[in-house]
């Protein structure tokens, strides 16, 4: 069965500090994957996703990037954090032609 | 731009009240409809989705939704909630790769 990997599952980090945030897949191949953040109060908000191996879209300018090194790997990055950048970043995945999304279990990001 | 638009952000009942949630968006294309649910201190699961045929979708326990394409809407539903009903309720709507979200309804059951 697949299952999707996320980690860490909270992070405190300086501003200016930089991050990289991981999320693996397992049981499957080639699938969509996505960084979303989620704020209080204002629902999920896409970020990045990606089809394919070094086929990153950026939905939302920001001092964040992403990256697919690997098949099932999605790196979410920062060269300099911002106090803005705090929040829940959830990965997730989804089958090419199938339209279900499945979570993983976030990462609490704060930046002090 | 398209979006989604959940109308109520906190809803407040008693147990054995009847649920509708409300859900619209702006996309005039074809459309695939989501509701997912987060628990307090879980991740977020399906609930239910529409890709076509009977707009009436029945969902996991005991949640059904109701897709009106003339009145861009897809409302959740439930004849009777429990207390362990209490979460947050997301609609999204996809368009190609992506999933538009609604900002969520708070749902809190009086026991």
């Known amino acids: 069965s697949q299952t999707i990997h996320q980690w860490p599952a909270t992070l405190v980090q300086p501003v200016g500090s930089p991050l990289s945030l991981e999320c693996t897949v397992e049981?499957?191949?080639?699938?969509?994957l996505y960084w979303y953040r989620q704020a209080a109060g204002r629902g999920l908000q896409l970020l990045f996703y990606?089809?394919?191996?070094?086929?990153i879209s950026s939905e939302v300018p920001q001092n964040l990037s992403a990256s697919r090194p690997q098949d099932r790997q999605f790196i979410l990055s920062s060269k300099k954090l911002l106090l803005s950048d705090s929040g829940f970043y959830l990965c997730?995945?989804?089958?090419?032609?199938?339209?279900?999304?499945?979570f993983g279990s976030g990462t609490r990001l704060t930046v002090v | 731009a398209q979006s989604v638009s959940q109308h109520n952000h906190h809803v407040i009942l008693s147990e054995a009240a009847s649920l509708e949630l409300g859900c619209n968006y702006s996309?005039?294309?074809?459309?695939?409809l989501f509701w997912y649910v987060q628990y307090p201190g879980q991740h977020l699961q399906l609930l239910l989705k529409?890709?076509?045929?009977d707009p009436l979708v029945k969902g996991i326990k005991g949640f059904e939704a109701e897709f009106i394409k003339s009145k861009f809407s897809f409302n959740l539903r439930k004849p009777s909630v429990q207390w362990s009903d209490t979460a947050e309720y997301f609609c999204?709507?996809?368009?190609?790769?992506?999933?538009?979200w609604g900002a969520g309804t708070k749902l809190i059951i009086k026991p």
């Open positions: 049981g499957t191949s080639n699938p969509n």
């Open positions: 529409y890709f076509s045929g």
């Open positions: 997730a995945w989804s089958a090419p032609e199938v339209y279900g999304y499945t």
């Open positions: 999204a709507v996809r368009s190609n790769y992506q999933l538009i």
């Open positions: 990606s089809i394919g191996i070094d086929q």
């Open positions: 996309y005039g294309g074809t459309v695939n």
